[in-house]
């Protein structure tokens, strides 16, 4: 068993120190009537022993230290408690000047093991992460220290909310980003002041394109997404020089052609080109990193739908054929094995014409499916979902993406009527944890409501702090969104402030644990009739808040499923501090992402999709669900069963499969999740054994985009523990 300091150095348990502490608080009692027995401290020690054993993870520094006041004030022994409580004080007073520093020193020798498992894309071995991390500790040390409420502070220490990305909260920067690209690459841009002008090519659309995403990736620290659509018109654009030089050369020669053959030379040359503008598209954004030390988190969008003609659309099927094409084959690792890269995530739509076979573009579902098979994209978004759950002020459906993982903006119509998705934002998250405001109340539901009430008003001024930081920005701070069309065409010095209202943007309040809350409130899963009813009043009652909000301030506060990764484990520490070991609610090391059916829960891919389809349908500002799924490559027929499923049941779903490989013997299966000597999980592969993080290479879906550098204790848990949907 491991303990993590408070540096964040995970070391091994030394129980002597336990002992030592515990003998020094006891000599410190004059009366000798007052102290424990020697026999007294050993059983102290076994009973803390065993309670840290019983967590099944790696234990804090503090959670031991709590454990031992509570065995001392059960052994009756109050003066050695008080003594021992005291000497905890005086060192933390002591601690409280150094602590960033300690925490900056551990991750520079890389022995930080919080901030190893903390983001599953982001290694902390390489110095332009750590870097980041530095900023970051710096950016958390100052939003304590001045920026943050005391109450806010402390609810998000104890785990009762999340105030997300503290460590950029420092400086006026926002979540995500539903990027603008037409605007970008039909009007020009200037990128790193230099003029960026329309491009003559689709390979140059796609060079600019990524430009254009490793810039905006710098300047705000969520997900990002641009649509395919927006490069489309480019291919058409170099059709025409394409066939220009074909003629040419033929003229050159002399040689007569007819028009299907001068066709025919130029679609196989254009179809080379779009190879290639994918291909850079795709090699660019994994080998990119950005100033946060990471790959972009991008997304495209890929909607025929959207097209603004046949010829665009049959244009925008050949980039998204070439698309699936190259994620199927995938990257090559060091190794010059191909594996999954996590980045570009992809987003399918699925509408009439793809949907059944026969129809014109059903050849690219049947691509998706084997795409998703093998590497786990593309994610489906149903148009028949979505344009009836989007519906704007004019009483029109709309299909647009989502903001990277899932962030999703809410319907808006623009100051000419016309609807408005690309070039919008999201201010920021704050997450409360459902969990804790049931176990605050015990199983008394009036009072679950007025706990409720409050942390609601606790998480709205934390929201409040968000958008006020970003109130006054100048558009100076960062060119590429605001001045140069990925968000805005903006003046030099003028504010974004006029953005941040009247649901331009969104703002959101994210919600975490609703399986375990419905289960400790009814003793019903989510899955039973009186638990479904029990967490759609839940999700209702979250609503009735954020729109109270949005009409007295009109900042648009939409409700989210948030994507817990770390959080996932900070919040049942939290709890398991706060409240022990509750069965079914607190005694897993992860609480349950947003609405989900718990990952240990039987259930099949088909109602699983069926009722949380009505939770997603309350969750305005962001939203997935998913099925977890075998080895899918040899039956593409049942991954095209689930789509046609989703299709007309879900807006929003995605398929889990595992796709792993393992350096030392080559092997191509999936890397297994085993506890090793000190009760922590490990990843290690089943044919050769290897148990080096270095030396393989896993991707696992868990926060709505793929993970590949590994996740804490209690997201391994989480992936060790889900149950298979068909």
């Not at 850079?280 to 100033?291: C, F, H, N």
Request: aromatic fraction near 10%; hydrophobic fraction near 35%.
């Amino acid at each position: 068993m491991n303990v993590i300091k408070r540096s964040g150095k995970e070391v091994s348990f030394d129980e002597s120190k336990i002992y030592n502490a515990i003998v020094k608080a006891n000599e410190s009692i004059d009366e000798k009537s007052e102290r424990l027995s020697s026999q007294s401290i050993d059983l102290i020690v076994e009973d803390v022993l065993k309670k840290c054993q019983d967590l099944g993870r790696a234990v804090g520094v503090e959670e031991i230290q709590d454990f031992v006041e509570e065995e001392i004030f059960q052994k009756g022994a109050f003066k050695v408690a008080k003594s021992y409580i005291t000497y905890r004080y005086k060192h933390q007073l002591l601690r409280q000047s150094n602590t960033t520093d300690d925490y900056i020193l551990s991750l520079l020798e890389g022995d930080n093991e919080e901030v190893k498992q903390e983001n599953s894309n982001k290694n902390p071995s390489v110095v332009s992460v750590q870097r980041d991390y530095m900023a970051g500790e710096v950016s958390k040390d100052i939003t304590n220290r001045f920026l943050l409420p005391e109450d806010i502070q402390e609810a998000h220490k104890n785990g009762l909310i999340h105030f997300h990305d503290a460590d950029y909260f420092a400086q006026h920067m926002h979540n995500c980003d539903l990027v603008n690209l037409e605007d970008m690459l039909q009007n020009g841009t200037v990128i790193s002041q230099t003029l960026i002008e329309k491009p003559h090519s689709f390979s140059t659309a796609c060079n600019i394109a990524t430009q254009i995403i490793a810039q905006v990736a710098s300047s705000q620290y969520g997900g990002q997404s641009i649509s395919l659509t927006h490069l489309a018109p480019f291919v058409d654009v170099s059709r025409q020089k394409i066939k220009k030089e074909v003629i040419a050369e033929f003229e050159k020669l002399n040689i007569h052609v007819t028009d299907e053959q001068v066709k025919e030379i130029v679609e196989d040359r254009l179809r080379n080109e779009v190879t290639r503008g994918v291909q850079t598209i795709q090699y660019q954004v994994v080998t990119l990193m950005t100033t946060n030390g990471q790959a972009p988190f991008i997304t495209e969008f890929m909607y025929l739908n959207e097209a603004k003609n046949e010829q665009e659309k049959a244009d925008l099927a050949l980039i998204i054929e070439e698309t699936l094409k190259q994620r199927i084959k995938g990257t090559k690792n060091e190794k010059g094995v191909y594996i999954t890269p996590a980045f570009p995530k992809i987003i399918y739509v699925l509408e009439p014409d793809n949907i059944e076979e026969g129809q014109p573009y059903y050849y690219l579902t049947e691509l998706a499916a084997k795409c998703t098979a093998k590497r786990m994209v593309p994610d489906y978004i149903s148009e028949k979902i979505m344009l009836r759950d989007k519906v704007d002020k004019n009483g029109n459906g709309n299909c647009y993406t989502c903001m990277g993982c899932r962030s999703f903006l809410t319907p808006y119509v623009d100051e000419n009527g016309k609807p408005k998705y690309y070039g919008r934002f999201n201010q920021g998250v704050v997450t409360v944890n459902l969990v804790d405001i049931a176990c605050t109340a015990g199983k008394d539901m009036d009072n679950f409501w007025k706990v409720f009430d409050e942390r609601m008003e606790l998480c709205h001024r934390a929201l409040r702090i968000r958008h006020e930081r970003l109130l006054g920005t100048k558009s100076d701070v960062a060119p590429i969104l605001w001045q140069y069309g990925a968000l805005a065409r903006l003046k030099k010095g003028e504010t974004i402030d006029k953005l941040l209202y009247g649901g331009y943007s969104t703002i959101s309040l994210g919600y975490a644990g609703l399986w375990e809350t419905v289960y400790y409130l009814t003793g019903k899963k989510l899955t039973e009739p009186e638990g479904e009813a029990m967490g759609l009043k839940i999700m209702e009652k979250l609503n009735e808040y954020t729109g109270k909000w949005k009409a007295a301030e009109h900042i648009d506060y939409s409700l989210y499923g948030t994507p817990l990764e770390s959080t996932t484990y900070k919040f049942s520490k939290a709890l398991q501090k706060r409240f022990g070991i509750i069965e079914g609610v607190t005694d897993k090391n992860y609480i349950t992402n947003s609405y989900h059916v718990h990952v240990t829960e039987d259930i099949d891919a088909f109602h699983k999709l069926a009722l949380e389809s009505k939770f997603q349908k309350l969750s305005p500002g962001g939203a997935i669900s998913y099925v977890e799924v075998p080895n899918m490559q040899g039956n593409i027929p049942a991954v095209l069963q689930v789509i046609k499923f989703i299709y007309n049941n879900i807006m929003y779903a995605e398929l889990n499969t595992k796709s792993d490989y393992c350096q030392v013997c080559g092997y191509d299966g999936e890397i297994k999740i085993v506890t090793d000597n000190n009760d922590k999980l490990v990843w290690e592969c089943p044919n050769c054994h290897n148990r080096d993080q270095s030396k393989m290479n896993v991707a696992r879906r868990t926060c709505g985009y793929i993970g590949s550098q590994y996740w804490n204790q209690g997201r391994t848990q989480e992936i060790k523990e889900r149950k298979l949907h068909l």
